[in-house]
């Protein structure tokens, strides 16, 4: 259920309960909850959520929209055991709390924010994280899920362990990292040193023409090409390349395990 810890709400819906027969015999319960806020404008927002989705996108309403599912075959019992709160004082948190050791109901929100509003954290042991036209400088972490973030007005970092991150339309990027996936981002504008890794997947970067940086890129099974983007190079063979564009600057550091690096100039 929904626990706010300081209640400003438009709106209270529970959407009702849901049985379902699942593939192997079983049965599936969800519940779906769909509550409204209205906060200040620029409040950061922080997203906990252990076990499912989150996905977030801007629109031009002055409420923030917040839609719950929660799913389990393990009965209503173990439903209700899970529960989110949500806290409005200074930032806005929403955190889905399990009880200890217990992770047997997946959680999925749906969350709609102002334009006004910033994107500080979110966070998912198990679940993806997609992001679309939103404002702040969001740090995007994830165990077992994809990442998706584009036209964002701010710098994105994203880790995940097994997943592909994509990154596209945003202000600037920092570190890009998974163990198990392919990462795809565009590099519009760099704030800072930032490394792109994976250990299994390949790696496509699009840079702005006109960044001055540094570059190095290493794979061990693979190959590193370089399209339609000048980049003076100190070194560069199959696999791996060292050089700069526009003179030099900040470093992008590149490096995957199984799979391909290819450079590209931004459109």
Known sequence: MFIPKEKIPVFFIVLGIVLLLSGCGGTVMTEEFSQSYRVRSGTLIAIYNPNGDVTMTGWDEDVIEINVRKESIHGQE??????????????????????????????????????????????????????????????LLSSNGII??????????????????????????????????????????????????TSNGSIKLAFSPGLAVDLKAE?????????????????????????????????????????SVELSRLK
Not at 101 to 127: F, M, Q, W
Not at 172 to 180: A, P, R, V
């Open 148 to 197: 998706q973030a584009s036209n964002i007005n701010g710098i994105v970092k994203a880790r995940t362990s097994n997943g592909d991150i994509n990154i596209k339309a945003v202000k600037g990027l920092e570190d890009l990292i998974t163990s198990n996936g392919n990462i795809e981002a565009e590099l519009p504008d760099l704030h800072d040193d930032i490394e792109i890794k």
């Open 219 to 259: 794979t061990s099974n693979g190959s590193i090409t370089i399209q339609n983007i000048n980049i003076d190079t100190e070194e560069l063979n199959k696999t791996s390349l060292a050089g700069s564009m526009n003179g030099g600057g900040l470093q992008v550091s590149m490096a995957t395990s199984n799979g």
């Open 78 to 139: 173990t439903l209700d055991e899970v529960d989110i709160y949500i806290d409005i004082a200074g930032e806005m948190v929403i955190r889905t709390e399990y009880p200890p050791g217990a992770r047997k109901v997946t959680v999925d929100y749906d969350i709609k924010v102002p334009e006004d509003l910033l994107v500080k954290h979110i966070e998912c042991s198990n679940g993806n994280i997609i992001l679309d036209g939103l404002m702040g400088n969001p740090v």
